[in-house]
């Protein structure tokens, strides 16, 4: 008998082999995105942002349409690999992608106005 390969609950594994799947996925549409849920409460007008856990760069290209600057910061290497592909696409200038965690942030001191993690605070390692 075939044994039935799931990876249910296993988005390290979506997120290192699949990033197509998960891009698919995450762009389904949303009534109400985190991003219109910020600019609710303030401007991103002229701001600089970090987007923590930016995968494939669907928030990040969300953020950029308000924001001045957005820096999208990813660990998977898959993952921002295609943030890349799909800015280049779009013809998205006000972004750039980088590789590092929540956990050691790959920005200076005083570089960013807002700092925003969408749908990835849950992956962050706890107590550090
Ligand atoms: C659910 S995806 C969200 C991607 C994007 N923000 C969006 O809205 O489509 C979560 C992302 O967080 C990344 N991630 C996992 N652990 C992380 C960490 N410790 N620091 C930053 N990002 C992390 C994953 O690799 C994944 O790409």
Do not use: C
């Amino acid at each position: 008998m075939n044994e039935v390969k799931t990876i249910e609950n296993r988005w390290d594994i979506l997120y290192h082999d699949y990033p197509e799947v998960y891009d698919r996925f995450a762009k389904v549409k949303k009534k109400h995105g985190i991003t219109e849920v910020l600019l609710e409460m303030f401007s991103l007008r002229e701001k600089k942002v970090a987007d923590v856990g930016s995968g494939t760069g669907l928030s990040t290209f969300n953020l950029a349409k308000y924001a001045q600057h957005v820096i999208g910061i990813e660990p998977e290497d898959s993952m921002r690999d295609l943030a890349v592909k799909n800015a280049k696409k779009r013809h998205i200038e006000n972004v750039e992608f980088r590789k590092g965690t929540a956990e050691n942030m790959p920005l200076n001191d005083d570089s960013v106005d807002v700092v925003v993690a969408v749908t990835a605070a849950s992956l962050y390692k706890r107590g550090t």
